[in-house]
């Protein structure tokens, strides 16, 4: 297929690896049902079938392409890590009591706390059932490291998101936990089912590393700079959950004691008034925070595609290039 036309590179992706992505749907169909429990397909139905890129068990199918896989198995990898991820989803909704995912109302919103809950264990519990049957212990242990990484991440968030004294390594921390594991195994798997050699598996884990984290900036930096329709999320929400990201621990690093006592209050003691989130804006724009932030992005993005240099030449590492100037160019 001739996917030079087609403008967004995990559409170009997308495309090159149809055929792969329909059996990746098929399996993932099959394995969400539930022959007792009826709520289980209707809450996973509502997120899987919600529109998503599907970015991440993409990524599993591109780098098992790229490194010249040709078995069955990197479709059971890319569905492992799609429920690894819809589990998660799950998950975060009911820890940040959202109302909206992907411009949906949540599943806990429409079912309950509960459902969503328990249908995102299940998910957890197939997707451990779905790594194991290409049989490789190397594949389960990144896997199973990886949903470990998350869940520590997610948890490090609760205690850092409303304390002034976390700082951008603390930060990465847990970005590294709560998005970027998924995409390093994501990349990582695909290169180890292809039995590829170590560097350009350990370049394929590099690669999805700073992917992740450059994503999960830019999406904390549109959650000030975005437009609601095109990223889902209300503007300013992680402000009003209290959950401090980037571009407000580089206001905060430079505050001054009046600017402090503002973000003790609105964050680290929750009382928010009317005018607060313009007042967060003024003082991430007045110290620089903003751009700082987009930098940093453009910075890991830079690395995500340095980090490709070991793979072979090929229209999927290619793609893989241009995704990661997608992934920053959402800011421009």
Same mark, same amino acid.
């Given at each position: ?13 997308? $495309? ?44 599993? =199918? ?10 069955? @198995?990197?479709? %059971? ?13 799950? %998950? ?9 995912? #992907? ?18 264990? @299940? ?6 059932? +779905? ?46 936990? &709560?998005? !970027? !594991?998924?995409?390093? !195994? ?20 590099? @690669? ?12 904390? =930096? ?10 889902? &999320? ?19 690093? &430079?505050?001054?004691?009046?600017? #402090? $006592? ?45 980090? +490709?240099?070991?793979?072979? $030449? %090929?229209?999927? &590492? ?7 100037? @997608?992934?920053?160019? #959402?800011?421009?």
């Amino acid at each position: 297929m001739n996917t030079d036309t087609i403008a967004k590179p995990h559409d170009r992706i997308a $495309a090159y690896l149809r055929d792969d992505l329909a059996q990746v749907g098929s399996l993932i169909r099959e394995r969400m049902a539930s022959k007792h429990a009826p709520r289980i397909p209707e809450v996973t139905a509502h997120l899987v079938e919600a529109g998503g890129k599907r970015l991440r068990p993409m990524l599993t =199918l591109a780098a098992a392409r790229l490194c010249g896989y040709a078995g069955p @198995y990197h479709i %059971h990898l890319a569905a492992t890590v799609e429920f690894i991820h819809t589990a998660t989803l799950l %998950h975060d909704d009911v820890v940040d009591e959202s109302a909206q995912r #992907r411009g949906r109302p949540t599943a806990n919103l429409l079912w309950d706390n509960q459902s969503s809950v328990l249908v995102g264990d @299940y998910l957890f519990a197939r997707s451990f059932q +779905l790594m194991t049957e290409p049989g490789s212990m190397r594949v389960m242990r990144i896997l199973s490291n990886a949903a470990a990484t998350i869940a520590e991440g997610e948890v490090l968030q609760l205690t850092a998101a409303q304390n002034l004294a976390t700082d951008e390594n603390t930060y990465l921390q847990v970005v590294r936990g &709560k998005t !970027a !594991a998924l995409f390093s !195994a994501a990349t990582e798997v695909g290169g180890v089912i292809a039995d590829a050699p170590d560097a350009q598996v350990q370049a394929l884990f590099d @690669y999805g590393d700073a992917l992740g984290i450059a994503f999960q900036i830019v999406d904390d =930096l549109l959650d000030f700079q975005g437009q609601t329709g095109a990223t889902g &999320k209300n503007v300013g929400d992680d402000f009003r959950e209290r959950k401090l990201t980037l571009p407000m621990i580089k206001a905060v690093a &430079k505050a001054d004691a009046e600017e #402090r $006592a503002f973000w003790e209050r609105t964050i680290e003691k929750g009382r928010q008034e009317t005018n607060d989130l313009d007042h967060a804006l003024m003082l991430m724009n007045k110290h620089g925070a903003l751009a700082a932030t987009q930098a940093d992005a453009l910075t890991w993005a830079d690395k995500a595609k340095g980090a +490709l240099a070991p793979l072979p $030449a %090929h229209e999927v &590492k290619d793609m893989l290039l241009d995704l990661a100037d @997608y992934v920053v160019s #959402r800011i421009n």
